[in-house]
């Protein structure tokens, strides 16, 4: 039997905010072992939590990105249940009324365009970390994450493939980051996903029984285990067994799921009405301020760099990977006035030394300007495509211009036709064998001859009269 798998994402984000949701504490990662903790987020008796109004912008900026309906008043509920991570024994979320339903994203397939729905996306606090010492046998807590801020985004179970989950979380991801409301770190737990997923029948209407995957940190991981995970159930339905309702864990050492848990039905959390915690009521003129907000997403943005600028499709994916990228390609090409060539630096010279360095493409020496001055004297034939490299790296490292970089190098391109002439004679008269060769149909060695003359003028010749030159020369007996 041909079986189809039935997809739904959890995705949790935390939200860029300086303090927690309920309370004045820090969010910033990395500090000592509960040192970011107060007797609000500690959950000592008495205390009462204050909602942080900043994360309920943040989490309206997602919502009406991704074309949520933000409802007007939305309620606060205690989700129970008892980890040692989780110090008031309940977590304080949004249950029977969120922040916002009923929206959507697109993504591309290799069958073209595809809309996955949104459920619902709420806020919620994080829970503190759990590190287990298995060595020597103790088990240690850290709350400086509890009532870290969270938005939850749920989705329909619209992805029927692996790969449309992984494309769906990117797209996620992308737009968070482009909001500047979420780092989108996995490794940090700062962006984190849980997988629903279950087989059915081709044809059938109903929803196999599924299982939940937790544990994925990166989005191959989220691929790879919805993979195992589809072979697994497949293996189990074609013995005629029964896939059973439960929680696993992805083991990416031995790329294998294995069972964490009975899965929990909502019943079995005991959620009721947070009785701290007034509804959030939002206006429309508080809904309209943040859309003001919202910037250019990613989506819009390839295409337009497309319809715009003329470059490929592929150039526009690259170039608009973050914000701070799009930002600086674009402002290369509007004061060059080269789009593709600009694309073509940015994505090949700027992006090798961010890499190479680590660094952030804020941080790059070389500002949009000097490089748009370093493509018009390329385009004016001041320096050729070869001395341009070297130009390039003499900026990246001094931080100056490259009219300055040139006049105190000397490394103005050769022009004057007579001079280059003379070159080409030499070089000629210096390879009597390579010559014979040439002549008699090694029609290849034509490229030697331009590499020896650039050679003999420090690659500043112009290779446009050097090629008119050596043709016209050794067209000659």
């Given at each position: ?15 860029l ?9 820090s ?13 609000v ?14 994360v309920?912008?943040?989490?309206m ?7 949520c ?7 606060w509920?205690r989700k ?10 309940y ?18 397939t ?5 809309r996955?729905?949104i459920t619902?996306i ?9 590190i287990?010492d298995?060595?020597?046998?103790s ?7 509890a ?25 996620l991801?992308e737009?968070?980051v ?8 996995m490794?940090e ?9 279950s ?33 697994r ?7 005629g067994?029964?896939v059973v ?7 990416a ?20 009405p947070?009785?701290?915690l007034?509804p ?15 910037p ?6 390839r295409?337009?760099?497309v ?12 170039l608009?990977a ?8 674009e ?18 010279d ?7 360095t680590?660094m ?25 495509g ?7 790296e ?11 970089i ?11 036709a ?6 080409v ?20 060695l ?12 420090g ?10 030159l050596?043709?016209k ?5």
């Amino acid at each position: 039997m041909d079986y189809e798998p039935v997809i739904g994402l959890e995705v949790h984000a935390q939200l860029l905010t300086k303090t927690k949701i309920f309370c004045g504490c820090s969010t910033r990662f990395g500090e000592a072992p509960n040192s970011n903790t107060c007797p609000v987020c500690l959950g000592m008796p008495g205390v009462l939590p204050v909602l942080n109004r900043k994360v309920v912008e943040y989490a309206m900026k997602m919502a009406l990105a991704t074309n949520c309906t933000v409802n007007r008043e939305s309620t606060w509920a205690r989700k129970n249940y008892f980890y040692p991570d989780l110090p008031k024994g309940y977590q304080i979320t949004q249950f029977d009324h969120p922040l916002a339903e009923h929206g959507y994203v697109n993504i591309e397939t290799t069958e073209g365009g595809k809309r996955i729905g949104i459920t619902r996306i709420h806020m919620e606090e994080d829970a503190g970390k759990s590190i287990h010492d298995e060595s020597g046998g103790s088990s240690f807590v850290d709350l400086n994450r509890a009532a870290v801020p969270l938005i939850e985004i749920v989705s329909e179970p619209d992805m029927r493939s692996p790969e449309e989950a992984a494309q769906y979380l990117r797209r996620l991801h992308e737009i968070l980051v482009y909001l500047e409301i979420c780092d989108g770190n996995m490794e940090e737990g700062s962006f984190r996903c849980d997988a629903n997923i279950s087989l059915r029948p081709k044809g059938e209407k109903a929803f196999g029984i599924r299982s939940e995957l937790k544990n994925m940190n990166s989005f191959n991981n989220v691929q790879h285990a919805l993979e195992y995970e589809i072979e697994r159930q497949r293996a189990i339905l074609e013995r005629g067994a029964r896939v059973v309702q439960e929680t696993r864990l992805w083991d990416a050492s031995r790329s294998v799921t294995h069972s964490m848990r009975g899965k929990e039905e909502a019943h079995d959390y005991r959620y009721f009405p947070e009785p701290d915690l007034v509804p959030v009521v939002i206006s429309d003129d508080w809904k309209d301020d943040i859309l003001k907000t919202i910037p250019e997403l990613p989506l819009e943005k390839r295409e337009r760099f497309v319809s715009e600028y003329g470059i490929p499709p592929y150039d526009a994916g690259v170039l608009t990977a973050s914000r701070a990228l799009a930002d600086y390609y674009e402002e290369v090409a509007r004061l060059s006035g080269r789009p593709k060539i600009a694309s073509n630096w940015v994505m090949g010279d700027v992006l090798a030394h961010v890499n190479e360095t680590k660094m952030e493409i804020e941080e790059v020496p070389i500002k949009p300007a000097a490089l748009a001055e370093l493509i018009g004297v390329i385009e004016d034939g001041t320096i050729s495509g070869k001395i341009a490299k070297e130009v390039f790296e003499e900026m990246w490292n001094s931080g100056k211009g490259p009219k300055e970089i040139i006049e105190n190098q000397g490394l103005v391109q050769i022009t004057d036709a007579g001079e280059l002439e003379r070159t080409v004679e030499e070089v000629l008269a210096a390879h009597p064998q390579q010559l014979d060769q040439y002549r008699s149909g090694k029609q290849q060695l034509f490229g030697f001859f331009v590499g020896q003359t650039m050679k003999a003028t420090g690659g500043k010749a112009n290779p446009k009269i050097v090629n008119e030159l050596l043709k016209k020369k050794l067209s000659t007996p």
